[in-house]
Each structure stands twice: as structure tokens, then as C-alpha cells.
């Protein structure tokens, strides 16, 4: 079992699961298209579930299981994810726990619940479309009705509703955002060796742009005027338009369904600026509507890969000196979290970073030690004269 892309007449790719014989494995394909069609997502949604699919249906294969004996007994696969390497097996084909007393776990927490998210898709998608039996879903969900809950959470109509909520998940623990430290972003900017490449950072660090709508933005995107109504824009000040594409050569798309519009500071309306003019030294780049594209390697002009904004980021860090390098998500999570120190609320930052839930950006509420020591210190203490009980 394997995850394998899939790319239509039309251009458009998404990512299935093929057995042993290179056969597409319909429970899977159909869930991964509906998500990939039916729901539109992204095509990088399908192949992390495309991946998590795999192992599960690997693992049945493996010890003999089928589809419905293997969700019967999630708990052991579970363990199997926890202690077992990837790809071990034992000489008779079933998986072997490879992990002893005291040993790190092959995979964390956050990664089990991850692979469990995309079973139990695929698993509640065949039961609706009535290629798999019913009674799997209360082996994977506790479901209950609404009659426990106050009047004010039930649906107006006076309907019976039903919830579901999902029986088997590993414990995470309670950590803040992986960001990149301030002065580490500063160095990473000033280790950059081109006007792109610090365009690039910016945007990602005090932007909030992720790698695929950074690399995926268009020249028609950018507006830095303090007035945009004569492009047809009615928002004023200096920002770009994050827009969903699929049609961009390299791949390159913003992972919210939603358009939004991100602000730009005085520092990245600069950086544009000294890239415009950077850009425009190269002829080949003048035919792309791209924003960022190919300056110092052939093909010139043609548009930037997404491999490519991870290199350059990890190449500036180990100019810098940082160790372990920074990666593009740390810069997004970095501006999430600035954007919470500032007091921006959740509603503002999850609008900033294209959350689709404000259970997306609960994370950067969380304060850092300084700012938990900062609370504290700000205090008042007791009042001269007043008398401290012991």
C-alpha cells in the first residue's frame, strides 16, 4: 500500500492509495476524491491523508486484517504507529514492535491523531456512500444526542440533533507554536543575498503568507498605492490579495478556500520596491505574472518552486549561524504570534493567516514566559501600611 499522485486531463492532481498489485484502492479513492472535489481541498490535504490511509491499510494487510476487522481494532493499531518503525514487519508479514522499555516512540502523538483524522474520514465517507457496514461508526465515534444539552446549544427548530466525537485519540501535550525567535528572523533577512530573498522572508514573517501563496502570488495581487480604486480595489493602504489558484505552472496554491487581504508594513513595501528592480534586470522575467521567479539559475524567469523557498530559507539560517535551521512554517507561526503579543484578537489574526476556525489560531493566545512574567511583574503590590496576613 502507498500513497500515489494522480494528475487528471484537466491539469488537476490529487493524491490516492494504490496496493500491492498498483491497483487503486476504491474505499480510499473515493473518500480522497470527495475531499479533493467534493470539499474542495487542497491537493496537499489528499496526500497527507493519501499517506495516513496507507498505513493503516498496510498495517491490516500486514497482520491479516480486513478493512473491518482493522477498525475494530484501532487501539492496537495505535500501538503499532507508537513502537513500530516504518515498514517493519516480521518474517510471517505481521508487524513487529520494535520499540522497548524506556525507547523513543516511532511516531509522536500529534502524528497518530493525524493518520486516526484521515481513517475515520475514510471510514464515516464509505458508510454514507454504502460501500461499508454501519455499525463501524460507533467503533470509531461516540455519538449522542442532544437532549443533555442546555436549551440555548439545541437547534432552534426544536429538532433532535446528533453530535459525534471521535473515541480514539493519542494525548498531545499542551505546547506553544514551533516560531522563529525574533533576532533569528532579523538574521535570516540579513543573511539573504538577494532583494527576493528577503521579500521572501518578510512577507512569510510580517505578512503571514504561507510558502505555497507566497510562491503562488501574482504580480496582480500586489497593490502598494495608499489608494488601489483606480485597479478596482476598494482597500486602502498598501497590501496583497492571497487568492486560491489551481492553475499556476508551479503548483504553487493558498491552502484557504476564502480570498483574503493581508496589510503590508513600510519595511515589506520597500523590499518590493528593491526587488522590482532587481526583477526587472532579468529579461526573462518580464513575461511572468508570477511575482517571484527564477533570477540566478536557469530557466531564468521561469516561476520559483515550492522546494525552493525552503532552500533559500535554510541557507540564509546557516549563514546566520542559526542551528537547526529555520524552516517557512516557523516565520508564519512567528507573525501569529507577534500579531497575538500586540493584542490582536483572535478573530484579527485568524483573518490574517487564513484560518477557516478561530479553533485554528487558539493557539497563539497561549503567552510565552516572558510575557506570563511581564503580567506578573505589573502587579501592584500591597499598599504602604497595610498589613500582609501570614
Not at 97 to 123: D, E, F, H, K, Q
Not at 133 to 155: F, K, N, S, T, W
Amino acid at each position: 500500500m502507498r500513497a500515489f499522485l494522480v494528475r487528471l486531463p484537466s491539469g488537476v492532481r490529487y493524491w490516492t492509495v494504490l496496493d500491492e498489485d498498483l491497483q487503486v484502492v476504491p474505499v480510499a479513492d473515493g473518500f480522497l476524491r470527495h475531499v479533493r472535489f467534493g470539499r474542495d481541498g487542497a491537493e496537499s490535504t489528499t496526500k497527507s491523508y493519501a499517506c495516513s490511509i496507507a498505513l493503516f491499510l498496510r498495517w491490516c494487510a500486514r497482520t491479516g486484517r480486513g478493512l473491518q476487522a482493522g477498525i475494530e481494532q484501532v487501539g492496537l493499531f495505535m500501538v503499532g504507529l507508537a513502537h513500530a518503525g516504518p515498514g517493519a514487519s516480521g518474517t510471517d508479514g505481521s508487524a513487529m514492535v520494535l520499540s522497548g522499555p524506556g525507547s523513543a516512540p516511532a511516531r509522536g502523538a500529534g502524528r497518530i491523531n493525524a493518520v486516526l483524522t484521515a481513517v475515520r474520514g475514510m471510514v464515516a465517507h464509505a458508510v454514507a456512500a454504502g460501500t461499508a457496514p454501519g455499525h463501524l461508526v460507533p467503533l470509531l465515534y461516540e455519538i449522542a444526542d442532544d437532549r443533555d444539552l442546555p436549551g440555548q446549544a439545541r437547534a432552534e427548530d426544536g429538532r433532535m440533533s446528533w453530535r459525534m466525537r471521535a473515541l480514539h485519540r493519542a494525548c498531545e501535550a499542551d505546547r506553544p507554536v514551533s516560531r522563529a525567535a525574533d533576532a533569528d528572523i532579523a538574521a535570516v533577512v540579513t543573511a539573504c543575498r538577494s532583494a527576493r530573498d528577503r521579500l521572501i522572508v518578510l512577507l512569510m514573517a510580517r505578512a503571514g503568507l504561507r510558502r505555497g501563496e507566497v510562491a503562488g502570488l501574482r504580480r496582480s495581487d500586489v497593490h502598494l498605492l495608499a489608494d488601489s480604486r483606480t485597479l478596482g480595489c476598494g482597500t486602502a493602504g498598501a497590501h496583497v490579495h492571497v487568492v486560491r489558484r489551481e492553475d499556476n505552472p508551479n503548483g504553487a496554491w493558498a491552502k484557504s478556500r476564502r480570498q483574503r487581504v493581508v496589510p503590508l508594513d513600510f519595511l515589506t513595501v520597500q523590499a518590493f520596491d528593491t526587488y522590482q528592480f532587481e526583477r526587472m534586470a532579468v529579461l526573462g522575467a518580464m513575461g511572468s505574472d508570477l511575482v517571484f521567479v527564477n533570477l540566478f539559475r536557469p530557466p531564468l524567469g521561469a516561476p520559483m518552486r515550492l522546494d525552493t523557498v525552503n532552500d533559500l530559507v535554510a541557507a540564509a539560517s546557516r549563514r546566520a549561524g542559526i542551528s537547526p535551521v529555520l524552516r517557512p512554517h516557523q516565520l508564519w507561526h512567528a507573525f501569529g504570534s507577534d500579531v497575538a503579543a500586540a493584542g490582536g484578537g483572535i478573530d484579527v489574526f485568524a483573518s490574517l493567516l487564513g484560518h477557516a476556525s478561530a479553533a485554528s489560531s487558539q493557539v497563539y493566545v497561549h503567552p510565552d514566559p516572558a510575557r506570563l512574567r511581564d503580567a506578573v511583574e505589573k502587579v501592584p503590590g500591597p499598599r504602604a501600611g497595610t498589613a500582609v496576613p501570614r
